[in-house]
C-alpha cells in the first residue's frame, strides 16, 4: 500500500511540475542559443533558432509521454531521463558553434541543477557530460574543421572542475541527508517510542482502573466488614458491610483512628482505650491474629459480637499496615445456644428413655417369664394325655415367649448400657480355654443350619484381665449373627493377641454388606435392609450391643464385607484392664 502511494507521488510529479519545468528550461535555452548565435557569432539567421526550439519541444513531449505511460511501473525512469537530457544539452552546444560556442557548460548545468543528488550520481552524470562533450569536439575535429586543442583542453578542465565541485558539493548534501535523515529516523523512532509508552501509559491506566473496579467489586461483594489501617492505626479503607455492622458509613470511617471503628468492651466490661484493640492487633505483634471479640459497640448502645481476622500488610518485607475482617455472629452464637439447648434436651429425653427401660426390666420379664412357664407345663400336660395338637399350640406360645423375651432383654441390655448402668465384673482367665469353651457350645447351632464351623486360637494367646461375661456375650451375638445370614456355608472364630491387645474375629461366608450398609451396621436397630429384616427377622440390636459392649471393655469393633462374599467381624480388645475399674460419669448418674 506504501509503494503505491509512492508511484502514485511520483507519476503526479513527473507529469506535471517536473514536465513543464523541463519545457520552460529547454525553451529558455533555444532562446539563449539564438541570442548567443546573433550576439556572438553574428549569424542572423532564424533557422537555427527554429530548429532548436522545434527539437526541444519535441523532446520534452516525448518524454512527457514516456514518463506519463510507464513512470508509474517504473519509478527510477524519471531519475534515467537527466542522463539523455545530456544529449539535447550537447546539441544546443553544437548549434550554438561547437567549439566556438560559449554555451559548452550546458550540459555540466544540468548535472548541477540536480539539488537532492548524490555524490556517486553526480561524479556519473558530470562524467557523462563530458563524454558527451568530448564526442562532439571528436565529431567536428573529425568533420575537417581546425581545432585549438589547448582552448579546448582548459574547457575541459573547466568542465571537470565543474563535475568535482558538483560532486563535492553532492557529498556534503550526502552528508547532511544522512545526518538529516537519521535525525528524522530518530525523531520517528522517538516519536513512535513516545506514542508506544503513550498507549501502554493509557492501556496501563485502563487496566489499573479495571483493576481498581475490579478491587473495589470484591471489597464490596466480601461476605465479611474488611477494614484497612496504616501504620499509625489511621483507617485508609474500608467496605460498606463494615461500616453496616458498627452503624457508620465507609466516607464517615475513612481517616480516622481504627479503634474508632467500634468501641468495644474490655476484660472488665467497661470501654477499652484502644491498648487492646483486635483491629491493631497485627500491628503490635507483626503477625496474624485471629479470635471472637463479644463486646462491639454501635451508635445504639447494641453489642454486636464479632470473629475477627487481623493480618499484616507487607511490601518487599517491610510493615505497610494491617487489614481487619469481621463479621457479625449475633445469629450463630444465637443458634449455637439453642443448639446446646437442643443437645441437652434430646440427651436427657435419651436418658430419660434408657433409665425407664433399665427399670422395667423387671415388670417387663416377670409375666413374660409367666407365661414361658405356664406354656411349658401345659406343653407337657397335653402330652401326657396324648393331645398332640394342644401340645404343638403351646409349643408355639412358648416359642413365641421366649423369642419376645430375648428381643426384651436386648432392648433392655443396650437401655442399660446407654443409661450407663452396666457394671463391668474384671476377671483374670485364660483366653484359649475361654474361646474354646464358646466354640464347644456355638457348634451345635451353627451345625443346625448345615454350617461349617472353624475354630482357631493362638498357642501363646495367655492370660486376659477384663469382663468375661461381656466377652462372651458379645462373641456369641457375632456367632449367632453368622449363623442367622449364612446357611450351608463355613463360620470361623479366630483369637490371637497383638502386642497388648487380644482380637476376637468372626467370619462368614453369608449374604455379605454393601458399603453403605456396613458404614451404619453398629447403630441400634439397623440391619442390612428392609428385606434382610422381612426374611432373617429381629430387632437389628444384636451387633449394637456387640459395639457396646466392646466399647465398655475398651474396644473397638470393625467389619469388612462384600455383598454376596461374607463377612469378617473384629472386636479388638485391650488385654490388661484395670482391676476394680470405675464406673463411667453416665453410670454414677444412671443410679
Known amino acids: 500500500m506504501e509503494a503505491e502511494g509512492h508511484r502514485e507521488s511520483v507519476y503526479r510529479q513527473e507529469t506535471g511540475p517536473n514536465s513543464i519545468l523541463r519545457l520552460v528550461a529547454f525553451s529558455s535555452i533555444a532562446v539563449a542559443v539564438g541570442l548567443h548565435n546573433r550576439f556572438v557569432l553574428h549569424e542572423t539567421g532564424v533557422e537555427t533558432f527554429v530548429l532548436t526550439s522545434g527539437l526541444f519541444l519535441l523532446y520534452c513531449t516525448l518524454s512527457w509521454l514516456i514518463l506519463k505511460v510507464f513512470v508509474r511501473r517504473f519509478p527510477t525512469l524519471a531519475s534515467a531521463l537527466v542522463l539523455t537530457d545530456i544529449v539535447p544539452l550537447t546539441f544546443a552546444v553544437y548549434i550554438s558553434g561547437g567549439e566556438r560556442s560559449l554555451l559548452f557548460f550546458l550540459p555540466i548545468l544540468r548535472v548541477a541543477d540536480q539539488t537532492q543528488t548524490s555524490f556517486r550520481r553526480a561524479l556519473f552524470l558530470g562524467h557523462a557530460a563530458i563524454a558527451a562533450y568530448a564526442v562532439m569536439m571528436v565529431w567536428i575535429a573529425r568533420s575537417g574543421t581546425p581545432m585549438d586543442w589547448q582552448r579546448e583542453i582548459a574547457k575541459f578542465g573547466i568542465l571537470w572542475a565543474e563535475v568535482i565541485y558538483t560532486a563535492a558539493v553532492a557529498r556534503v548534501s550526502d552528508r547532511r541527508n544522512r545526518r538529516l535523515t537519521d535525525a528524522v529516523a530518530r525523531t520517528q523512532k522517538f516519536a513512535a517510542d513516545l506514542r508506544d509508552q503513550s498507549e501502554h501509559l493509557q492501556n496501563s491506566q485502563s487496566e489499573l482502573q479495571r483493576i481498581m473496579r475490579r478491587n473495589d467489586l470484591i ?94 500488610m507487607h511490601e518487599d518485607g517491610e510493615l505497610r499496615g494491617a487489614v481487619f475482617s469481621f463479621r457479625d455472629v449475633t445469629a450463630k452464637k444465637a443458634a449455637e445456644k439453642e443448639l446446646i439447648r437442643a443437645r441437652d434436651a434430646a440427651e436427657e429425653a435419651n436418658f430419660g428413655k434408657s ?46 415367649g421366649e423369642r419376645l423375651l430375648g428381643m426384651i432383654n436386648d432392648i433392655l441390655e443396650i437401655s442399660r448400657i446407654q443409661a450407663g448402668r452396666m457394671e463391668l465384673n474384671i476377671d483374670n482367665f485364660d483366653v484359649a480355654d475361654f474361646a474354646s469353651d464358646i466354640a464347644g457350645r456355638m457348634k451345635p447351632l451353627l451345625a443346625a443350619r448345615g454350617n461349617q464351623f472353624h475354630f482357631d486360637c493362638q498357642t501363646n494367646a495367655g492370660s486376659m484381665q477384663s469382663d468375661p461375661e461381656k466377652i462372651r456375650r458379645a462373641l456369641v451375638k457375632l456367632l449367632e449373627n453368622a449363623n442367622k445370614f449364612t446357611e450351608h456355608g463355613e463360620v470361623s472364630l479366630n483369637v490371637k493377641r497383638e502386642g497388648g491387645t487380644m ?86 448418674r444412671g443410679r
Open 355 to 400: 433409665r425407664f427401660l433399665a427399670n422395667m426390666s423387671h415388670e417387663l420379664r416377670t409375666p413374660l417369664n409367666a407365661v414361658i412357664g405356664y406354656s411349658e407345663m401345659i406343653e407337657e400336660e397335653m402330652k401326657a394325655i396324648d393331645r398332640e395338637d394342644l401340645s404343638a399350640d403351646a409349643e408355639k406360645i412358648r416359642h413365641s
Open 219 to 312: 471489597l464490596e461483594s466480601a461476605g465479611e466488614g474488611i477494614v484497612g489501617v496504616d501504620l499509625e492505626g489511621v483507617i485508609v479503607f474500608a467496605n460498606s458491610r463494615a461500616a453496616n455492622v458498627v452503624g457508620s458509613t465507609v466516607q464517615a470511617l475513612i481517616g480516622r483512628p481504627g479503634h474508632d471503628l467500634a468501641p468495644h468492651l474490655g476484660d472488665e466490661g467497661g470501654l477499652c482505650e484502644g491498648r487492646g484493640c483486635p483491629l491493631v492487633a497485627a500491628l503490635r505483634s507483626g503477625t496474624e491474629q485471629r479470635g471472637e471479640h463479644p463486646g462491639f459497640l454501635r451508635p445504639d448502645g447494641e453489642t454486636v459480637p464479632v470473629e475477627f481476622t487481623s493480618a499484616p
Open 503 to 588: 482380637i476376637f474375629e468372626v467370619s462368614d461366608t453369608g449374604i455379605g454388606l454393601t458399603s453403605q450398609q456396613a458404614a451404619h451396621i453398629f447403630e441400634p436397630f439397623r440391619q442390612g435392609d428392609i428385606s434382610s429384616t422381612r426374611k432373617f427377622g429381629g430387632t437389628g440390636l444384636g451387633l449394637a450391643i456387640v459395639n457396646a459392649l466392646v466399647g465398655l471393655l475398651g474396644g473397638n469393633c470393625t467389619v469388612t464385607s462384600a455383598e454376596g462374599k461374607g463377612s469378617t467381624f473384629q472386636a479388638v480388645i485391650p488385654a490388661d484392664a484395670p482391676l476394680g475399674q470405675p464406673r463411667s460419669e453416665e453410670g454414677e
